[in-house]
């Protein structure tokens, strides 16, 4: 008997220890304690549920859910477990469950916050915003200071395209937590794709401030710098990143970038390819190196980097049309087709996609599909003057004069494609005379032949 007792004592010691190692930021150790204590005691329902939220630190949300549910047989009806696993349903997906999770916390204890503050990131990931509002509103009804709850629904307005609103809502966050991690970053990221690179700046070196290593925030922020043309600060910050991080393929990808707009071709090579070396996955590297190949007149090796670059599905659309571009420098025509019709299903809208798509039929002699996808894209894009000029020339290939006629008096158009349409409309003029004339001599044409005959 003395031997259980001490038993479940040591279970005990280990348990506390792994509380007061958690606490310290020990995680793994923590961690190894709660097995030695659940290995001598598998019914503590409590240790079941720090272990989960031990494993929740770590990402490791797979294996916290199978803990939470072990929790939940020795106490059904903690609304706290029932929440904790309801967000682990929601970080691996599986929405319904976590929905369901929610709904049974709900009816335990209708007035408990958080089960309706969470249920926002459920709502958001399922793309229902207007029930995520709801479950905001009902949140607010019952704790109106919650910080967690403006977090959440600014992530739906953000994703919404609602970067004021969303604003808003974190600042209220940063006002009630100011130690919320990572809002001034969430603000920074708001103000950027609402277009306030001087509010974004600031919020990016206020979250600097507080965790200068933090290589994501550094990232965003000298990718700002880049587009606002601050090239050396932005170089200086990827440096810093390799510092910290010296297998960061972002860093050596984008000073790639620079070094490729400063010319200087072997150094971006080199870099694009130390990027490929750390993180074979990411995007972007193979299209430069492809680019960096046709720049050497090297148009198999451009072929390979670019085929390998499609393998890894790029989902941006401009990214797509200008591999497809690049695959026509290389008179790959199939290849620039699937590019863009990728490019189309990921955005519609595209008036560049659906341009290269006529090319790509006026290279094969496709005129009447040529003309269509041409039309599209000056449908959405009246301004496009390329759309307007490889209409009217296919139109002229096709022999439709008159419609070549009428795109180039409509079409808005730059001073080279100009030249280039007034050229072509005085060879339509001349072919319209010719056929005028021949309409005008058939009769003596005809006579003539018969003569000889």
């Known amino acids: 008997m003395d031997m259980i007792f001490n038993s479940y004592d040591n279970a005990e010691h280990k348990a506390r220890k792994a509380y007061e190692l958690y606490e310290d930021g020990n995680v793994p150790q923590a961690l190894a304690e709660l097995d030695d204590a659940l290995a001598i005691n598998p019914a503590n329902g409590p240790w079941h549920f720090n272990k989960a939220l031990a494993l929740d630190s770590m990402n490791r949300f797979a294996e916290a859910i ?16 029932l929440t904790c696993l309801a967000v682990d349903y929601t970080r691996t997906g599986h929405y319904d469950l976590a929905l369901e999770i929610f709904e049974q916390a709900q009816q335990l204890d209708p007035m408990y916050e958080p089960c309706y503050c969470n249920r926002i990131i459920t709502y958001t990931e399922m793309e229902k915003h207007d029930l995520a509002e709801q479950m905001f509103y009902m949140a607010q ?10 977090y959440n629904i600014g992530n739906s307005l953000f994703i919404r395209g609602q970067y004021k609103k969303a604003i808003s809502c ?95 071709l072997e150094e971006a090579e080199d870099l694009f390819t130390k990027a490929m070396q750390c993180d074979d996955s990411i995007p972007g590297p193979r299209f ?45 025509i199939d290849e620039a087709g699937q590019c863009l019709l990728r490019a189309t299903d990921f955005d519609f809208t595209s008036a560049a996609a659906h341009y290269y798509l006529g090319l790509c039929c006026a290279l094969r002699q496709k005129y009447e599909d040529a003309a269509e996808f041409f039309l599209h894209a000056l449908d959405i894009n009246s301004d496009n003057s390329q759309a307007a000029r490889d209409l009217a020339v296919t139109y002229y290939s096709m022999g439709r004069l008159d419609e070549t006629q009428r795109t180039i008096e409509k079409a808005k158009l730059s001073a080279a494609d100009a030249e280039y349409l007034r050229r072509l409309a005085r060879r339509i003029r001349l072919r319209q005379f010719t056929r005028r004339l021949y309409d005008l001599f058939k009769p003596l044409i005809s006579i003539l032949s018969r003569r000889r005959s």
């Open 288 to 332: 430069r190196l492809a680019q960096c190949a046709l720049k050497k007149d090297e148009p198999e090796r451009a072929r390979s980097y670019l085929a390998s670059e499609m393998r890894l599905g790029p989902e941006n659309a401009e990214v797509l049309v200008a591999m497809a571009s690049t695959f026509l420098k290389i008179n790959r």
């Open 170 to 264: 974190w600042q209220k966050t940063a006002g009630l937590e100011k130690a919320h991690p990572q809002i001034n970053y969430r603000i920074a990221q708001a103000y950027l794709a609402d277009g306030d690179t001087e509010n974004a700046r600031k919020y990016f070196l206020a979250e600097l401030r507080q965790d200068p290593g933090n290589t994501d925030v550094i990232a965003d922020f000298a990718i700002l710098l880049l587009e606002t043309g601050q090239i050396e600060s932005a170089k200086e910050k990827f440096n810093r990143i390799l510092e910290f991080d010296p297998e960061s393929a972002i860093a050596y990808f984008y000073l790639g970038e620079i070094a490729l707009n400063n010319g200087g």
């Open 66 to 81: 199978r803990e939470y549910e072990q929790a939940l047989e020795m106490d059904p009806s903690d609304v706290e477990i």
């Open 141 to 150: 009804h019952i704790d109106p200071d919650c910080a967690l709850c403006f």
